[in-house]
């Protein structure tokens, strides 16, 4: 038997005005697995990242994410899909002027009730969120205002809020941008660890090429060639950089 | 709450597994927010309890009047003869307007140069000059247009006098603050290589604050516009004349047609001005400016406005009269009694009609950004246009209708006229957030509600409530204009010495209104700071 997707593209296209982000991928990721997109800026990393998300329109195909189209779905039930969802953006999208375990904890809205949303801003429970900002090595900064944190420690509370959340897929967008090599080795295990299947774009190819079990690369909105990850070694992915 | 005590017992049970460090952590980073919190909550509760609430406050018999006056908004008055005395008023307000904008930017630029510290330094020319400005900034266009009609009479003149002191105010401090945040560096390389202050001045920081200045000279014709319709009110003439005039004849399909004449008024002049604020195109703003500048001459002609009569000799003789008698400044009839509790009356005034205003304007704003219905933002918008172009003046007349005297009216007139000033700008704010964190949220499936709690309100709450505090402050000062019309406060004690041409009293009230202000503008920028 086949085990379930928890990433389906065919045959997708994204446009943005008159430039081609996407042109016909089809790609797709088994539940757990673990997959890098690698490819220089502008290749369509993101755009694929955001079109799996239901960020942006598509101009043709099908995306399903846990094996549901979301865009198709009414709002009730993409909400419960989107719960089951994890987000990294290379932008981070967290409130900045809220306190870190506020923003940690929002990992959990798609769960909860807007009332006990409301509630946690008021008494927050602070267990869950402790725990995992001791993954990502920020457990002093629990109360921090998110406006405080340097920008690497930004990218780790963003990788906090999405290990409260336990999603069956987490989509993450360099996450391991703007922090030093070993803390990004860390990050990158951290995100690895689990039942989950990721799709991560990485600017670091060597970095992710340990962790993942597959690499997908990009260029000019194209899926140029897909490989397992111990199937290539750093000096193939140097040639992919430098054609 | 969380535990708010600081002897390091572990907090409350029900929060679980918080150690005692993080609740310290808590405490500190929250203690000025929280103070300005529970601040806000006992201002509010003293507001309400100096109103009063209980079952006198609704006149039901009003009731009738009150819907006569909105079903007559499907049947607006549209005889010629009216239509073309709309006309009328309406050119007579634009020309009060432009006027006094001029005016006041001739006198802000003026002013300017002795606050900023590129020429005045930090001497005492400075110090004196801020000091002396603080008291015109303090006294609302209708008190002075009140106290110049003793000199001038109903001259078209006090319109424009009215308008121009205090904005010539304001605006010489704003231009000064301008000049002094602008880089320095050219102005220094310039003054070292031999120019002198205002050739350094022209080359040096003139060109790189220009477009801040023109815009600010635009939003400030904006409030000329607002402002010349409120003076209308106590009789120089222009729409908010007429609309006094007919809403004392109880004239409600009148009244429908000169709103519609404000708000066109009002809605262009705002939109003139937001176009030239975000127009990058400088011949759009320059065609604008040219079309200005020939309605200053026209503007004279129109409103007949003849400079020579600031100095004939009725003027000068009720001049001399009226400074005679106003000075010492003394209290009222009543005494210190009358004088203290108009000042409450005012205070509380104002911190009631800025928290309906901003919470309404808030839900409005909201609600106007709603996903996809254009219609409905569209009437929205029509709506906050809608009070906040008719004169607060006129909204506490028409809630005077369903509601007992005292200072509900005034709260209510001011607070549906600040609706439309605080929700444009409420939109304004929302419109240009980050909506990254809340399209985040989104795809990882939160409810509207639970967006709009964690990442639409944290990322704009500090700009809407420095919003609202700034608007605080321009309340205060609105409060005598519906108190001029029966609401209370300083505005109707004013009015009333006036009337029994008890000057010097007046005096004493227009210092109480002086120190009340700024009092309360320190007050605002501390909360601001705790806003940080």
Redesign the interface.
């Known amino acids: 038997m086949t085990p379930p997707l928890a990433v389906e593209l065919r045959e997708v296209s994204v446009q943005f005005g008159s430039i081609t982000a996407l042109n016909a991928v089809s790609i797709q990721v088994p539940a757990g697995q673990k997959v890098a997109l690698v490819g220089s800026s502008g290749a369509g990393k993101s755009s694929l990242l955001r079109a799996v998300a239901g960020q942006v329109e598509i101009s043709a195909g099908s995306v399903h994410a846990l094996g549901e189209q979301i865009a198709e779905l009414r709002p009730r039930t993409a909400r419960a899909v989107r719960a089951r969802i994890g987000l990294i953006a290379q932008s981070l999208d967290l409130a900045l002027p809220l306190r870190v375990i506020h923003n940690v904890n929002a990992g959990q809205l798609g769960c909860w009730s807007s009332f006990g949303a409301f509630r946690s801003l008021v008494r927050p429970a602070t267990g869950p969120a402790e725990q995992v900002l001791e993954q990502v090595g920020l457990k002093d900064r629990l109360w921090a205002r998110t406006d405080e944190l340097s920008g690497g420690e930004r990218q780790r509370v963003a990788i906090a809020r999405v290990l409260l959340q336990v999603p069956e897929l987490i989509l993450a967008d360099e996450p391991t941008a703007s922090v030093d090599p070993k803390l990004a080795d860390d990050m990158m295990a951290l995100l690895c660890r689990g039942d989950h299947a990721l799709l991560v774009s990485a600017h670091n190819p060597q970095l992710a090429r340990r962790h993942v079990d597959r690499l997908l690369a990009i260029r000019n909105g194209t899926v140029v060639f897909d490989v397992a990850a111990s199937d290539i070694d750093d000096g193939d992915l140097l040639g992919f950089y430098d054609q | 709450?969380?535990s708010t005590t600081n002897d390091g017992l572990p907090p409350q049970p029900?929060?679980?597994?918080?150690?005692a460090?993080?609740s310290q952590?808590?405490q500190l980073?929250w203690t000025s927010r929280r103070r300005l919190a529970v601040a806000t909550t006992a201002a509010l509760i003293w507001g309400f309890t100096r109103a009063g609430v209980d079952n006198q406050i609704l006149n039901v018999g009003g009731w009738s009047s009150f819907s006569r006056f909105w079903r007559a908004l499907v049947n607006p008055e549209l005889a010629g003869d009216f239509l073309r005395l709309t006309w009328d008023a309406t050119v007579t307000t634009l020309s009060f307007a432009v006027l006094g904008s001029v005016l006041s930017l001739l006198l802000g630029a003026i002013g300017a140069v002795g606050l900023s510290e590129l020429f005045a330094g930090r001497g005492m020319l400075w110090r004196s000059v801020r000091a002396l400005l603080v008291i015109p900034r303090a006294i609302h266009e209708i008190l002075w247009a009140l106290l110049l009609v003793q000199v001038l009479g109903f001259d078209p003149l006090v319109a424009v006098l009215a308008i121009a002191i205090p904005f010539g105010a304001v605006t010489a401090k704003v231009f000064a603050e301008t000049f002094d945040e602008a880089d320095r560096a050219p102005f220094l390389a310039l003054r070292a290589s031999g120019a002198n202050r205002v050739q350094a001045f022209a080359y040096g920081v003139l060109p790189s604050v220009r477009g801040d200045l023109v815009s600010y000279a635009f939003y400030r014709f904006e409030c000329a516009i607002r402002s010349a319709a409120v003076l209308g009110v106590i009789g120089v003439g222009g729409l908010g004349f007429q609309l006094d005039l007919s809403f004392e004849t109880l004239r409600y399909g009148e009244i429908w047609t000169l709103i519609a004449a404000l708000m066109l008024l009002s809605g262009g002049a705002e939109a003139m001005s937001t176009r030239v604020r975000s127009s990058r195109s400088r011949l759009a703003t320059k065609a604008t400016i040219g079309l200005l500048l020939v309605l200053i001459p026209l503007s004279v002609n129109w409103s007949g406005i003849d400079p020579r009569s600031l100095w004939s000799a009725r003027t000068v003789s009720l001049a001399r009269s009226f400074g005679n008698r106003i000075f010492p400044p003394r209290l009222g009839p009543d005494g210190w009694g009358e004088l203290v509790s108009a000042s409450i009356d005012t205070i509380a005034m104002s911190v009631l009609a800025t928290a309906l205003a901003a919470t309404m304007g808030l839900a409005l704003a909201l609600l106007s950004r709603g996903s996809g219905s254009s219609l409905r933002s569209f009437l929205i918008r029509l709506c906050l246009l809608l009070t906040r172009a008719v004169p607060a003046p006129i909204w506490a007349f028409l809630f005077v209708l369903i509601l007992f005297p005292g200072i509900w009216p005034g709260v209510v007139g001011l607070a549906v006229y600040n609706i439309g000033v605080l929700g444009r700008l409420f939109a304004e704010t929302i419109d240009e957030a980050d909506d990254?964190?809340t399209?985040?949220?989104?795809?990882?499936?939160?409810?509207p509600?639970?967006r709009f709690?964690?990442?639409l309100l944290?990322?704009t709450?500090?700009r809407l409530l420095a919003l609202s505090l700034y608007r605080w402050e321009v309340i205060v000062r609105e409060t005598v204009v519906v108190g001029v019309v029966g609401a209370g406060g300083l505005g109707q004690l004013i009015n009333e010495h006036l009337a029994a041409r008890d000057f010097a009293a007046v005096l004493g009230a227009l210092g109480a209104m002086v120190v009340i202000a700024l009092c309360l503008d320190a007050l605002s920028a501390t909360a601001r700071t705790a806003l940080r």
């Open positions: 709450m969380a029900s929060v679980p597994l918080v150690t460090t993080s952590a808590a980073g990254r964190p399209a985040a949220l989104a795809a990882i499936g939160a409810t509600t639970q709690f964690y990442g944290p990322t709450a500090p």
